[in-house]
């Protein structure tokens, strides 16, 4: 019999549902060897008999925790797709605020008549995930070796070495070097470095390494005349949720 697989979506744009979808070459593959029973963004049917739940976007409100739990409760098998998910994302960018503020800002008057927490989560401060997706948007080889792995009951090779790796192994020229700052040394490998070899900083939408070297972070940014609160901009982007980890 073939796994049940639904898709789930809480606070996300629905990206890294679509780069599955875009997965061309791969989708009909899959769709050999699984039954998709819950996937708004592709069909209709609402499905809630699944094996594996994939799950993208993060934890804003009261009512998305216990729908979680739910899936959680049904689900053998949770994968957290994305950053969203993975590290709560842009959306924890919220978290930096006053809640009254920020609903006052995206709301307005109405502010009143909305339900938020006060901050926005990873979806593993509320259930056990299993397995992990990484990235913003994800990396479709990543997800289809997440996926084959699922199928063949075994655990995924995710790198958890840093983005300097893979940046060595491409022979670029390191971008603080280049006067940037760079999230590199404390962020999951996995992306082929594709920000700094094309010339720009890593923002961490890998989130952070298992075991992150933060003093090496700072012995870096000392090295190249930088200090922390420089970082600190591009590390909210992704990991505000982890901001405390580098002060």
């Known amino acids: 019999m073939k796994p049940k697989v639904a898709f789930f979506d809480f606070a996300s744009c629905e990206g890294c549902q679509l780069t599955v979808l875009n997965l061309e070459d791969e989708i009909l593959d899959i769709l050999s060897k699984i039954d998709i029973v819950n996937f708004r963004e592709a069909i209709s049917e609402k499905g809630e008999d699944y094996d594996v739940a994939f799950i993208e976007g993060s934890i804003t409100r009261e009512h998305d925790r216990e729908r979680l739990e739910e899936i959680r409760n049904k689900a053998k098998i949770v994968v957290a797709l994305g950053a969203c998910a993975a590290t709560a994302g842009l959306n924890a960018l919220k978290n930096l605020k006053p809640i009254s503020w920020i609903k006052e800002q995206v709301y307005g ?24 997706v990484w990235g913003c948007p994800i990396d479709k080889n990543e997800f289809l070796e997440v ?65 992150p070297e933060i003093n090496a972070e700072k012995q870096i940014l000392k090295k190249y005349g930088k200090s922390v609160d420089e970082i600190l901009a591009d590390l909210n982007i992704f990991n505000a949720y982890r901001e405390e980890e580098l002060k």
């Open 109 to 132: 008057k109405d502010a009143s008549f909305y339900e938020t927490l006060e901050k926005a989560y990873p979806i593993d401060k509320f259930i056990k995930v299993d397995y992990y």
């Open 147 to 211: 996926f084959k792995s699922i199928l063949l009951n075994k655990k995924p090779e995710i790198p958890d070495y840093p983005i300097c790796i893979e940046c060595r192994i491409k022979e670029n020229v390191c971008v603080f070097e280049k006067g940037l700052t760079c999230l590199g040394p404390l962020t999951r490998a996995g992306c082929s470095a594709i920000c700094p070899s094309n010339g720009n900083s890593c923002e961490g939408c890998r989130g952070f390494l298992e075991n």
